[in-house]
């Protein structure tokens, strides 16, 4: 689809109704909307809750098919499938990260993630569902282990930040986290090839052309070659990979070795900033989200939803309005999803 | 009420005369700053220690029978409130007593719960500290226009009572 040139629009398709305060997250089960089988969307809420609703049949209109209650004592901030789509894990301000996992129609909790000193705000799975990251206003960001039988164990406890964190996504392809935080920076943290230890990898700052104010949302392009901020000083800003290659063979310079992949994971996935989108909101961007085919849409409190392709001749971005893929968006200028 | 009382510092006003406003500004879309001055007028009261000139908790009050409103004590004027129709955006900017007011994050959630559902829904409020009133400026702006935060803090059983002392203890 020719998103510059097509003369496309984004159209509501549906309201999905039922929570009884306002919401703040959603995700797509990443297990369905293909081959068939109707997608499904979890929703958390102020109201301590998270509704699954599927798509039924697979073109019809989403209805709710369970309510995930009694289990979170305050708001739920977030959730996030895993990969396999058979588990989700939910955070929430009562410092609880609850797992569910589905069997038959309905949902049962199999784990609580217990740690953080108050509010968790993020959760977020792995490329391959072995790892789990959190992160809250407790400044830190957690990294817990997925054990057989629904176990989990925390393995890193990362300080590092000197706010509050606001959300963590793991990058696509390799085990290595992002957070950002009302610090306004972006932190990568990477682990040790020898120790196993995590730390922090790179800090992207004012001073490296990062963000002014809260950083609120992070997100990868389908590659993990790129990656998107929002903020509350109202810019969107592009990072690209800053890969440190390394050679292996008989060099003259002494720098020059053999490596293996994993001690150069701390170093490949440094950022750069590629460009900065300005203007485009004029009150907070909470959200932003990189759909696969390369549609990066944003969601801000001056209760606009904008849309964003790469053009052909330069990095400047354009704008076109568009229609194709489902966009889930959450009222109240808040969490949107492709 | 306030007659007579020495280290006015700041001026304790007397109350104007005014008419208590209903809280539903629905009805119509013209948001006027009037009305929402005169929503807040008696809805936050607050106790004031005249010796360090710094505003109190409601319970701390010493002397119960002088429970003080935010324009008594200059924290809210009528100038505090501006209004932008065209864009459906509210300022409200608040004076603490003193630089160094601990309050000050309590009056702004209060303000932020008394005002919360008395406008249109596309209607946007930011609550700050007038600039140059309080040591702490940026931070206390920062936190009380962080949506998430402020979410987050009136969940807390602790705060959520401090503030609804704040607004309903009018009866004092």
């Known amino acids: 689809m020719n998103f510059v040139d097509d003369n496309v629009e984004l159209r509501e398709v549906q309201k999905l109704e039922g929570h009884t305060d306002r919401v703040w997250g959603l995700a797509w089960n990443p297990a369905t909307g293909s081959a068939g089988i109707p997608a499904v969307l979890a929703s958390c809420s102020g109201d301590k809750t998270v509704r699954i609703w599927q798509q039924n049949p697979s073109n019809g209109p989403f209805q709710c098919t369970a309510v995930l209650e009694e289990t979170h004592t305050r708001t739920v901030r977030s959730c996030a499938w895993s990969p396999s789509g058979k588990l989700l894990a939910t955070a929430s301000f009562d410092a609880t990260t609850a797992i569910w996992e589905h069997s038959g129609g309905d949902f049962d909790c199999v784990s609580t993630l217990e740690g953080h000193e108050n509010e968790v705000k993020s959760v977020s799975w792995n490329a391959s569902g072995s790892l789990l990251a959190t992160c809250g206003r407790d400044k830190s960001v957690w990294i817990w282990e997925v054990l057989p039988g629904n176990e989990f164990e925390c393995v890193s406890v990362l300080q590092g930040h000197a706010q509050d964190v606001k959300m963590v996504q793991w990058h696509p392809t390799v085990d290595v986290l992002f957070s950002c935080s009302y610090d306004n920076t972006v932190k990568v943290w990477a682990e040790d090839g020898d120790s196993d230890d995590w730390h922090c990898v790179q800090t992207l700052s004012e001073s490296n052309n990062g963000h002014s104010s809260t950083v609120w949302a992070l997100s990868f392009n389908a590659t993990g070659d790129k990656m998107v901020t929002s903020s509350d000083d109202l810019t969107i800003k592009i990072w690209g990979a800053d890969i440190i290659r390394m050679q292996s063979g008989e060099g003259n310079t002494p720098w020059e070795k053999e490596v293996t992949v994993a001690s150069l994971k701390p170093f490949c996935f440094s950022r750069r900033h590629l460009c900065t989108l300005a203007g485009y909101h004029d009150r907070t961007i909470f959200s932003v989200h990189w759909s696969r085919e390369g549609v990066i849409a944003s969601g801000a409190a001056d209760d606009a939803v904008r849309l964003f392709v790469e053009s052909e001749e330069s990095k400047v971005i354009c704008i076109p309005p568009f229609s194709g893929s489902v966009l889930a968006l959450v009222a109240e200028d808040d969490d949107l999803r492709w | ?172």
């Open chain 2, 1 to 172: 009420m306030t007659l007579g009382l020495i280290n006015a510092n700041p001026v304790v006003h007397a109350k104007k005369e005014r008419i208590a406003r209903t809280d539903d500004l629905h009805c119509d879309d013209n948001v006027d700053p009037l009305d929402i001055y005169d929503i807040l007028l008696f809805a936050i009261v607050v106790a004031f220690d005249l010796g360090v000139g710094c505003i109190h908790f409601v319970r701390d009050i010493r002397d119960p029978e002088h429970p003080y409103s935010l324009e008594q004590l200059s924290v809210l004027s009528e100038e505090s409130i501006t209004v932008d129709e065209k864009l459906g955006r509210i300022l409200i900017t608040f004076t603490p007593t003193i630089q160094h007011c601990s309050m000050a994050t309590v009056i702004g959630l209060c303000l932020r719960v008394k005002l919360k559902d008395c406008f249109p829904p596309h209607f946007k409020v930011d609550i700050k500290v007038a600039p140059g009133s309080h040591a702490d400026e940026e931070s206390v702006n920062k936190q009380l226009n962080d949506k998430e935060r402020v979410a987050a803090a009136l969940e807390n059983p602790n705060l959520r009572q401090l503030v609804d002392e704040c607004l309903y203890s009018n009866e004092l």
